[in-house]
């Protein structure tokens, strides 16, 4: 045979990949492969594992139905190797096949090893708007990097919320506009659920029966696994969650998991949805004045802003961006990231909610996980390993760059202008789970005191002579630095004794 063997990864599942576009379905053959070894590099949570190999069982089908001929290795086949090399060495046997193409993968370790792989043809991922080239093109050299400065950027390139030149309502970011609590007698839309199939059902059992112990629930699986459901998903979003998103994108309610949010992330991270098609809609929404501007540009912000320039920065600076530690934060992550036996409601509420849907919303990840591990000085790199091993979205490029740069500050400013550390005080604004905490988020010291004043306290003053020379946090460190010395003793002793509570 004359063609090639074509790899499609987890996080692939695009008809439009590159490797796909370069292929000839007559001579080529495709191959996908569940791995142990990519199930299991982190302990997974078992939803996401189920989602992926669901995704890729459906997307296999899919191919088929096009014309291509598929090898599906599954993850309990006899002869499975466990390794993406080993399946690939089998199928090229297999097929009597010499050369192969891949899409580059989206992680590092991956890309590292492919390429040492024989007669291999790498290909750029272009389902993503900007080139990871370009992007260090245009970041090398700059003082600072901002997202907002290449957002500016992506709208231009794109046309989206554009007017000419200008962007639309004269404005480029409504963020100001999308930080209202939420009630709990709010009307809140729910997720369409997606009842498994006999597809779905069979890696479910699989899942059971090939890891479990690992964290997380299956409990109620309902994810869209395939195209259609995944548009229709999105398509319930639009009209039914984006009216509401911008305002309350940064609420928290408890037991409200979702809110206002489109829960398409892990389909959009695998490749079931493009980008720049669910920004157009987005964009059509707005124009047809269904919904407001700041709903439809803080949704657009996120994808072409947040997702491509933590992409960019991520493949600019690995490798050895997953160790960076610029806070020389030690401490092991805590028991209760996996057990949510803490009595602190916020957090509880966080990892309860991770545990059952293998999903919370950006503020969950940021302002209350990752705030704690940043007041507490948690070690960066254990952090980035629980988050890329329980949300069911998180592939390392886009997982690491939001943990250690953003959340965790811990690449000393490249990312983020500040670390994003805050007391209770932020959590209770944008929250309801004060309400039942055994703590006082009003109380500033003593034992019923709320452990994030305790540690935002104690975060400064350990961190006092670096965050002075930072324009958006000297006025924190002056207010430390008015505290009695008696003050500033009596809130280390408590910090302290939380902390020493944690071992």
């Known amino acids: 045979m004359s063609g090639r063997l074509i ?11 590159s490797s796909l576009k370069a292929g000839d379905k007559a001579g080529d053959r495709v191959l996908l492969a569940e791995v142990m070894a990519e199930a299991s590099y982190v302990p997974h949570h078992k939803r996401k594992i189920a989602f992926v190999f669901a995704a890729m069982r459906h997307f296999a089908a899919e191919l088929r139905a096009e014309g291509w001929q598929v090898d599906y290795v599954k993850l309990d086949d006899p002869a499975n190797t466990g390794s993406l090399a080993g399946e690939v060495r089998r199928a090229l046997a297999r097929h009597g096949l010499s050369r192969m193409v891949v899409t580059e993968p989206g992680e590092w370790r991956l890309l590292e090893e492919m390429r040492g792989w024989p007669e291999t043809e790498l290909l750029g991922d272009d389902r993503f708007l900007a080139d990871r080239h370009g992007f260090a093109d245009w970041a090398e050299g700059r003082k600072g990097l901002r997202m907002e400065h290449f957002y500016r950027l992506m709208r231009r390139k794109t046309g989206l919320l554009m007017d000419g030149d200008q962007p639309a309502d004269g404005r480029w970011n409504f963020d100001a506009e999308n930080r209202k609590p939420a009630a709990a007698d709010l009307l809140l839309p729910r997720p369409p659920r997606f009842e498994p199939d006999a597809i779905t059902r069979e890696v479910l059992g699989l899942v059971v029966a090939g890891f479990p112990d690992n964290f997380g629930s299956l409990d109620g699986f309902a994810m869209a696994v395939t195209r259609a459901d995944a548009e229709a998903a999105f398509a319930h979003f639009l009209k039914h969650g984006l009216p509401q998103f911008g305002a309350y994108q940064d609420a928290m309610l408890a037991g409200q998991p979702f809110l206002y949010h489109a829960f398409i992330s892990p389909q959009l991270n695998a490749g079931l949805l493009d980008p720049l098609a669910l920004c157009r809609a987005v964009e059509a929404e707005w124009r047809a004045g269904r919904v407001p501007i700041n709903s439809a540009e ?30 020389a934060a030690k401490r092991p992550l805590p028991s209760f990231y996996w057990s949510a036996d803490t009595p602190m409601a916020c957090v509880r509420a966080c990892v309860e909610q991770t545990r059952d849907h293998a999903y919370a919303h950006h503020i969950q990840r940021l302002m209350v996980t990752g705030n704690f591990a940043l007041l507490a000085g948690i070690d960066p790199h254990a952090l980035h390993e629980w988050y890329l091993a329980v949300y069911a979205d ?43 905490c055994v703590y006082d988020v009003k109380a500033k010291a003593g034992p019923k005191a709320c452990p994030f004043n305790l540690l935002y306290w104690d975060f ?44």
């Open 7 to 17: 790899l499609i990864l987890g996080d692939q599942l695009s008809p439009a990949l």
């Open 298 to 327: 803080g949704f657009i912000r996120q994808i072409i802003g947040w997702r491509e320039f933590v992409r960019g920065i991520y493949w600019w600076r690995m490798p050895g961006y997953d160790r960076v530690n610029a806070l």
């Open 394 to 436: 998180a592939y390392e490029w886009v997982e690491l760059p939001n943990t250690v740069g953003m959340s965790q500050f811990a690449d000393g400013g490249l990312l983020a202008s500040k670390p994003y550390a805050a007391s209770g005080a932020y959590i209770d604004r944008m929250s309801d789970y004060c309400r039942t």
């Open 460 to 503: 400064i003053s350990r961190h006092r002579e670096r965050l002075a020379r930072n324009p958006r946090m000297a006025q924190m460190v002056r207010t430390w630095d008015r505290f009695t010395p008696e003050k500033q003793e009596q809130l280390g002793r408590d910090a302290a004794r939380f902390l020493e509570s944690l071992a």
